[in-house]
């Protein structure tokens, strides 16, 4: 791929673009020279090839003609001073008329040069927010080389050279408009209005231009001589184009070196005129632009400003709505013809096999899942619904019926037994997976422990639930949580290999406190029932005076042998995998356990700290914790917290901390 080389431009070529509403545009290149401007070429191409053909003139500046009758103009009389303080005077009031109707980038002033014998005046030019620009190629419009003019900046231009009186004359007749311009002893007379032409005919624009002079001050014998010179101007346009009296046609010609033929200046006037006003001191008229000037727009930028054309977007629109209309039946067509493709070396018959099979899979799951529920996931669920501060000593699942623990809440963030009731009761509620919860509980004893009992309906088994990190016990393990520092500073080591079986409690992972149990043992039965029901018990292995802790649940779609409903109790102690050294699984996971040897269900609160590792301070002791221990209890906190502040590695906020948790102890030892 070659690579076009840029041209560098000519300072001295200017380019005119006309785009009429009805046949090809037109550009012409005037260069400028000593004594005016001078025609290089004029060609007339399609508007798509205007920006091909703008690069390849090497023009400097590049002005597009509006159509007549889109820009406004006024003139403001000036008092006689230098030129700096004339525009500054015609900015003020250009800025009065205006009161911000116009924005500045579609505005512009100039002061008309001096001529003898009359008086200094300038012309304010308004192309309205309301008038569109020509149909011009995208990227010449976002192009920061385009200006615009209108048809009076280019006639205000011609009425200044030497010698030319006026009136000059440019007739729309498709549009029905009249511009024109005269030179008066109060300066010179812009006007463009609209007229219709087709009533009034020549009448009409003679009426026009004869207000206008008197408006600036012409005399009787003026207005004579002034319609005459109308009439003859009128004459010379034909009807349509651009007209003037012959003296002042004379003087044009040599100005820009064109022809003295009106044919000639009925299509070449308007672009000659706004050449001379881009190369001369009214060069600020043809300084209009479309858009708010601002910075290059990167490649987004550009699609944007192309989907603005209301073509592209028009299209765009309807294109959108034949794809919504007929893609999917494309796409089901193609969709059709590639199964058809992929499966061409099945035959019918088989593929009729297939898809019955397919058909009576699904229904089978589909029955399945309305029938069955899904044990693990509920105890998985429920597990999740269990904040820190319960530990849970029963659990009872009733297929199609309820769920019911029993269990004890104790004081665990500040929170009451019976906060953390209801704070699990919540939980439940926010899962959407319990509804219809009943609760009930004991007067909490000494040790601030309460027995309560909670049940619910399970309306959604199936339904998939959403937990915070805080409460997902899979994510956080209650180890993490107690003591975050050595969990992160301690890698984890893999477990051990397991040397028989572990039972599944629906809920691994979770690291709810859950304790449960189970086994298998041959059913002998003796328990009659439609519904059967598995149990687990942790006491058969344990001592007396241990509390056994059960997880019973009933499932109506299990088959047994004889098929009838049957209860089977299993040990725990036949299947049960060895716990991990360091300690049992059920502290790892955050699990609570009762009636196993050697378990401990102390946890850190009113029973003081537990403990920690030699870098890891010990736990944040409340008011309320100390005040609820025994002298024991004290003093045993009261060793761990002297140990721990003599610590180097703590900082010196913690030991700060740990000498007003001794003090405390202390002083709640001395009152017992």
């Not at 006007?191 to 009533?199: C, D, F, K, M, V």
Request: proline share 8%.
């Amino acid at each position: 791929m070659t690579r076009r080389v840029r041209v560098a431009a000519d300072p001295a070529l200017t380019a005119i673009i006309e785009v009429p509403a009805t046949g090809d545009a037109r550009l012409s290149l005037w260069r400028q020279g000593p004594s005016g401007v001078r025609l290089e070429r004029m060609t007339s191409l399609v508007s798509s090839t205007l920006a091909h053909a703008v690069d390849e003139s090497r023009a400097a500046r590049v002005v597009a003609l509006l159509a007549p009758g889109q820009a406004r103009c006024r003139v403001c009389e000036l008092p006689n001073a230098d030129e700096a303080q004339l525009l500054s005077a015609l900015t003020l009031q250009a800025e009065s008329m205006q009161l911000g109707s116009v924005p500045p980038h579609r505005s512009a002033a100039a002061v008309i040069p001096r001529s003898e014998g009359a008086d200094r005046c300038g012309v304010v030019v308004e192309w309205p927010p309301s008038e569109e620009p020509p149909a011009l190629p995208g990227s010449l419009l976002s192009s920061r080389q385009l200006t615009f003019a209108g048809d009076v900046s280019a006639l205000a231009a011609l009425v200044t050279v030497p010698g030319v009186r006026g009136p000059l004359l440019l007739i729309d007749a498709e549009r029905g408009v009249v511009s024109f311009a005269i030179a008066t002893p109060r300066g010179i007379a812009l006007r463009s209005a609209r007229e219709n032409l087709a009533e009034g005919g020549v009448d009409a624009i003679v009426r026009l231009v004869i207000e206008t002079a008197l408006h600036h001050g012409a005399s009787g014998a003026e207005i004579e001589s002034l319609a005459e010179a109308v009439r003859a101007a009128a004459a010379q346009a034909n009807g349509a184009g651009f007209g003037c009296s012959p003296d002042d046609l004379t003087r044009l010609a040599a100005a820009i070196g064109g022809s003295v033929d009106p044919a000639w200046w009925r299509q070449h006037a308007i672009h000659a005129g706004a050449a001379l006003a881009a190369a001369g001191p009214l060069a600020a008229l043809t300084t209009l632009l479309a858009h708010e000037p601002g910075e290059e727009p990167n490649a987004v930028g550009r699609v944007l400003n192309r989907l603005a054309d209301p073509r592209v977007l028009t299209g765009l629109i309807v294109a959108a709505l034949l794809a919504i209309a007929f893609g999917p039946l494309v796409f089901a067509w193609g969709d059709y013809w590639v199964t058809r493709w992929r499966i061409r070396e099945l035959g019918p018959d088989k593929l009729r096999e297939v898809v019955k099979e397919n058909d009576l899979r699904i229904a089978l799951y589909r029955e399945r899942a309305a029938r069955t529920w899904p044990m693990s996931k509920i105890l998985s669920d429920l597990a999740c619904c269990t904040p820190e501060g319960i530990e849970l000593d029963q659990l009872n699942i009733v297929q199609g019926e309820s769920v019911s623990v029993r269990g004890r809440a104790s004081r665990h963030d500040l929170l009451a037994p019976e906060e953390v009731v209801l704070r699990m009761e919540r939980l439940m509620q926010d899962s959407r997976i319990f509804t219809r919860i009943s609760k009930g509980w004991d007067a909490a004893n000494q040790s601030g422990i309460m027995q309560f009992n909670l049940s619910a309906f399970v309306a959604a088994p199936t339904a998939p639930i959403a937990m915070s990190e805080t409460q997902d016990w899979a994510k956080l393990t209650l180890a993490d949580r107690r003591h975050p520092r050595a969990r992160a500073a301690t890698p984890t080591a893999p477990p051990p290999p397991a040397t028989s079986p572990a039972p599944s409690n629906g809920a691994s992972g979770q690291g709810a406190p859950l304790a449960t149990a189970s086994s298998d043992a041959p059913n002998d039965g003796s328990v009659p029932g439609s519904a059967r029901h598995r149990s687990a018990s942790a006491g058969e292995g344990d001592s007396a005076g241990s509390s056994p802790t059960q997880v019973t649940a009933a499932n109506g779609t299990q088959e047994g042998a004889n098929g009838a409903g049957e209860a089977v109790a299993v040990s725990s102690s036949e299947r049960r995998a060895p716990p991990p050294a360091g300690g049992s699984r059920a502290e790892e996971r955050g699990l609570a356990t009762t009636g196993q040897p050697g378990a401990s269900n102390e946890r850190a609160g009113p029973r003081g700290p537990a403990a920690a590792p030699a870098d890891v301070p010990p736990d944040p002791l409340t008011d309320e914790q100390i005040a609820a221990m025994t002298k024991e209890e004290a003093l045993a906190a009261a060793g761990a917290v002297a140990r721990a502040r003599n610590n180097p590695a703590f900082n010196a906020e913690t030991v700060a901390r740990l000498r007003a948790e001794f003090d405390k102890l202390m002083a709640h030892v001395r009152s017992k």
